[in-house]
Every structure is written in C-alpha cells, then in structure tokens.
C-alpha cells in the first residue's frame, strides 16, 4: 500500500493538466447546462418511468427564496466511485466483510463506470487505483489490516484533493462511498470543513454504515459517529445503508448514478455567494429527488 504523502506532487501536477485540457470539455460535457451558472448533481426518478423529468417539474430554493432553474439535463457520462474504508483496529467488522463489501461494487458497475479504493487508519493508504477489473481490485483487497485509529475527516479531506479533484471539472459524476461506522479520533480537519469542502465540489457521499463502535457517546468537539454518516450523506445527496446489505446498496448506488443522475443549472438571484446558501430541492408528486443541502459560503 502507498501513502498520499508520496503522491501528492505527482496529483498536483495532474490536476493543473487536466483543469486546463478538460476545461472545454467540461462546458459540453451535457447538452443544454450553462457553465456560467450554478449547477447542481441531482439525483432524480420518476414513478411512471415513461415520462420524462422536466425543469418545470422542479423547484428550487436559496434561503426560502425561488429560483429560475435555467437547464436541466441527464448526465449520461460514466460514474467515479471512490470508496473510501475504515481500516482502524478497533472497527466492529471482519476484514473479510469489508472486502466483500468492495468487491459487490467492482461486479455491479456499468461500462465505462471506475473505482478507487483507500483504506484508513491514521494515514489514507492507496489500495487500488482507478480500474473496472474485478480481479485486479480483488488481489489489491488482499492488503487491507486493521491497525490503528480512525483519521475519518483526514482521509476524506486528502482522497477529495488527490484523487477527485483532479478529475474535475471535465468530470462531473462522483461519489464517495464510506464504508465505516463514522467514528474519527484524530484528525487534524475539522468535520464541518470536509462537509463543506465535498458541498462545494458537488460530490454525493454513500454510506455502508457499521455498528457504532462507541455506542452513541457523546463527543465534546465533533458529532456523534453515527450523526457523522447522517451529515456526510444528507448534506451532499446521498445514502445510507447497512453494511450486512452490501449487495443491495452497491447495485442501487451504481443504478442511480448510471440511470437517475442529472445536471441542473441556474444563476442565483437575490443571494450573495459569501453567505451559507441552503438548498431545497423539490419536485411535483411522483418524482423522487435529492441534491446536496447548501452551498458552502464563498471565502477561504
């Protein structure tokens, strides 16, 4: 297994390339979104599938004000999956499970679709890199340990910087899949910076989540683990699943981000992009939706 502190010059580099080389590629990536504008990853179905969804079937808030929802398009391109394990020794889960948990993934993935996979105890470690070969993430599973305490809000900061962000912006469908109980004891990030950070990439968080290893203890300086799984996955638009239902979660996760993934795009009026704009998103009876729950202020 390789640390990210090995690596980081080398993502640097790349995401400074790719910024440049996707830039174009990005503004057309789907039809009919304005890069101008903001825009969101929405996740969204209909009952009656025959009918399609529409912007006017939509609607959208900033801080209790309406929008104009200018475009709003199927994003058909292929899906990033990231998923992201605990590896500390004191998670309640066999090493086995976690690595069935991964491999339900790498056979429900569609064409096109990649994974990566990292584990974490106190450094993010690189298990496999982007592939869709289920052989090859099988042999690299065979590294996984347990050793350790959980640096949650660490792994996630690094795998954003590293490993997403320099897709981006030519690619716009990620996620994050956590597999863990949401416990951190350590990390040097604050929690409230790494939900903002992924609120403000537009990145939608997935959670297999594991039996609480404290119990529901309080925790003087961060959420409960639990509330953590809650935040990262309803405030970026995702879900939450049970680790025992492993086989299920990876087949709904890669059928939503292949089938029910959208684009939406508006430019923002009567709101000012350096206060905390909270979102709601909602749609008229019939059709399912979710997205992210704010965007972040805009300041360092």
């Given at each position: ?136 993430i099988e042999t690299s599973l065979a590294t996984f340990r347990k050793k350790g305490n959980p640096y949650l809000f660490d792994a996630l ?144």
């Open positions: 297994m390789r640390t990210f502190v090995l690596r980081s010059l080398m993502f640097s580099l790349l995401a400074v390339l790719l910024c440049e080389g996707l830039n174009a590629q990005s503004r057309r990536s789907v039809r009919g979104i304005d890069p101008d504008g903001t825009v969101l990853s929405v996740t969204a179905s209909r009952e009656n599938t025959a009918i399609p969804i529409l912007a006017e079937n939509l609607f959208l808030y900033e801080n209790g004000i309406e929008q104009k929802i200018r475009n709003f398009a199927f994003d058909p391109t292929p899906a990033k999956i990231l998923i992201v394990v605990d590896n500390s020794l004191t998670l309640p889960a066999a090493t086995e499970k976690l690595q069935q948990a991964v491999m339900e993934f790498a056979y429900e993935i569609y064409d096109g679709d990649q994974i990566f996979v990292i584990a974490y105890d106190e450094k993010a470690e690189i298990i496999q890199e982007w592939t869709d070969d289920a052989k090859k900061d690094v795998s954003v910087a590293e490993i997403l962000l320099p897709l981006m912006p030519g690619t716009r469908k990620t996620a994050i899949v956590l597999i863990g109980d949401g416990l951190d004891r350590g990390s040097r990030i604050a929690f409230d910076k790494v939900l903002a950070n992924l609120q403000t990439q537009d990145i939608v968080v997935y959670a297999l989540q594991v039996n609480d290893r404290t119990g529901g203890a309080f925790r003087r300086d961060q959420p409960k683990a639990g509330a953590v799984i809650n935040q990262l996955t309803e405030g970026t638009g995702g879900l939450v699943f049970p680790l025992d239902d492993a086989k299920n979660a990876a087949k709904i996760i890669c059928d939503e981000l292949k089938k029910n993934r959208y684009l939406l795009s508006y430019m923002p009026a009567n709101t000012s992009s350096f206060d905390a704009r909270r979102i709601l998103l909602t749609a008229e009876e019939g059709v399912t939706i979710r997205t992210k729950m704010m965007h972040p202020p805009n300041v360092k």
